[in-house]
Structure formats: structure tokens, C-alpha cells
């Protein structure tokens, strides 16, 4: 299988940043997915990223280097129903998507 | 309002019952999988149908048996489950298009509780 790693946990505070790292090895690469799931809940997509550098979506922004097998997902203005579990997925070379452990961020008041 | 249903939502079985899971989409998608999620555990991949052919079996042990009779449709047959089978089982569907990316949409999962 592939290796893809990112932090087990991470907590902040209500209206600051928090920057989840992804770093990965695949047999090529074919592009790489943020999901977020909340508790109980289905993951849900946030955001892809095929080619190097940044992507922004209002709050959320994924940022990609292929040559050092880097990804970030960037959340700002943290809201308390940003709580959540958000899990990096990387598509190989064959088109085969794998998962990571997933990242639980809790949001204090 | 996701586009994949899922039933049941929950599932409470001994290790010698027969139990189906199943999962419908609405999206018109060509390709359907079944994902076991464990707690603190990566997902892990175990079928793929695309266009209804099984594409992929991720070295699944054989009390697990899926069955697409058509796009739209996936099962997965259970018997004979081990406690450590325990886990939310999420179906997934997505368009697949070559040389780009197919959006995973994911169903709302099955907790499966094996006693």
C-alpha cells in the first residue's frame, strides 16, 4: 500500500488558523483529496489538488508540492463546527486512492 | 443531502448470522466501492465495481461477498463475521474518467457490531 502520514491530533482556539500536514509516497501520483468528517458522520469532500501550489475555498485552502510529497490544508477563522476528523487521500499512478489515518482537530471556545 | 443511501445504518449481528448491507446511488456514477473505516485506522479499500465488473478485491477474506447487479446498486453479503469485523462500513460512488479526478462521494456508512 501507499504511506501517507499526518498528525493524530491537533486542537485550537475559536477564530485562529490551524495547518494540517500531509506527507506521502506513492508509485506516482495522480493527484491528492482533503475530506472532513464529522463524528457518526460519512466523510465529505473539501478539496483537490493535482498540480503544486495553493487552492483556496473561502475558510479552507489545500496546498500541494509534488516534489517533496507535501500537502497542507489550512483552515482559518475556526469555527466550533469545524471540529472534526479531516482525512488526506492520495491517488497513485494506477488511479488507486489511499487514506490516511485522518487528523481530529477540536475547536475551543 | 448526500446522493448514496445506505441501509441499515446500524447492524447488530452473532457470529453465525447472514446479514446484506446495501447501498444505492443517485447520481448516475459508473463506479461503486465498499470502504471498512476502524477506529483510529486508515480506510481501507475492499471492493471496486466499475461498470458493474469488480475491479479490484483488496485480498478481502471470504465471509465478505459483494454483488453489483447494476450501476446503481451494491451490496455486500456478510456471514459468518468475526468480532474484529466491527466497524463502519461506507459505500462510495464516483464517476470514473480517465486521466482525471473522480470526486468520491461517500454513503452516511453502516456501524456494524459483530458479537
Known amino acids: 500500500g501507499q504511506n501517507i502520514d499526518q498528525p493524530t491530533e491537533m486542537t485550537a482556539t475559536e477564530g485562529a488558523i490551524v495547518q494540517i500536514n500531509c506527507t506521502y509516497q506513492?508509485?506516482?501520483?495522480?493527484?491528492l483529496f482533503w475530506y472532513q468528517q464529522h463524528a457518526g458522520e460519512a466523510p465529505t469532500f473539501l478539496s483537490y489538488?493535482?498540480?503544486?501550489g495553493l487552492e483556496e475555498k473561502g475558510r479552507f485552502s489545500s496546498f500541494l508540492s509534488r516534489s517533496k510529497g507535501y500537502s497542507y490544508l489550512l483552515l482559518k477563522e475556526l469555527q466550533m463546527k469545524d471540529s472534526a476528523s479531516y482525512l488526506c487521500a492520495v491517488r497513485d499512478g494506477d488511479y488507486k486512492l489511499s487514506f490516511g489515518a485522518g487528523t481530529t482537530v477540536t475547536v475551543r471556545a | 443531502e448526500t446522493g448514496v443511501t445506505q441501509t441499515p445504518r446500524h447492524l447488530v449481528m452473532g457470529m453465525t448470522n447472514k446479514k446484506s448491507l446495501k447501498c444505492e446511488q443517485h447520481?448516475?456514477?459508473?463506479?461503486m466501492y465498499w470502504y471498512k473505516q476502524s477506529a483510529k485506522k486508515p480506510l481501507e479499500l475492499m471492493f471496486v465495481?466499475?461498470?458493474?465488473?469488480?475491479?479490484e478485491n483488496n485480498s478481502v477474506p471470504s465471509r465478505f461477498s459483494p454483488e453489483c447487479p447494476n450501476s446503481s446498486h451494491l451490496f455486500l453479503h456478510l456471514h459468518t463475521l468475526q468480532p474484529e469485523d466491527s466497524a463502519l462500513y461506507l459505500c462510495v460512488s464516483s464517476q470514473e474518467v480517465s486521466g482525471g479526478p473522480d470526486t468520491q462521494y461517500f454513503g452516511p456508512g453502516t456501524r456494524l457490531t459483530v458479537l
Open positions: 506513492t508509485s506516482g501520483f495522480n493527484g
Open positions: 489538488n493535482v498540480l503544486d
Open positions: 465495481y466499475n461498470f458493474k465488473e469488480q475491479t
Open positions: 447520481l448516475g456514477h459508473n463506479a
